[in-house]
């Protein structure tokens, strides 16, 4: 029993730390955008700009061999796509480029997250009617990040994406 029990200890660092920092290596790039969509939501051109910033430093620094090989390759194919809007909306003062560029941010986004573990809570796909376009969310309430403060809570949940 002794030896099983030590055998298991051993054997376990050779797992462990590789399947944790494989399943939160993405992370970063979610949290970032959720305090874009927030600042979006709240009207706030300045502190989107600074959190695009934030989230193209976090993309730019993914440890891309903290990645599984799957997660790797979706994150390379959309790494310049991702990092493209976000410097945009980084470098814009103006709130409706910085949306509009906002609509292609949150669809790649999306397509990472259904090919990559970005979190390990789940992930809200929601959608706006009138803009006719997504984003993504950390919860079910509805903050609208295309009208902000005009109609915050225009939209409704369209998809849930959860951590397997």
Known sequence: ??????????????????VFAQSSALSPILTAYYQ??????????????????????????????????????????LQDKLAYDSRHMSESSDISHQREHFTSLS?????????????????????????????????ETIKNPYFGSSMPTCGKVSTTLKPE
């Open 107 to 139: 669809a790649n986004l999306f397509k990472l997250a259904k090919q990559a573990r970005l979190s390990d809570q789940p992930i809200y796909e929601d959608y706006c009617p009138m803009k006719k376009a997504y984003w993504l969310s950390s919860d």
């Open 36 to 77: 874009v969509k927030d600042a979006l939501a709240a009207d706030d051109a300045k502190a989107a700009a600074t959190a695009a910033g934030g989230l193209l430093k976090a993309i730019n620094g993914v440890d891309m061999t903290a990645l599984q090989p799957k997660d790797h390759q979706a994150f390379m194919a």
């Open 1 to 18: 029993m002794k030896k099983l029990f030590l055998s298991a200890i051993l054997f376990i660092p050779f797992f462990s730390p590789s």
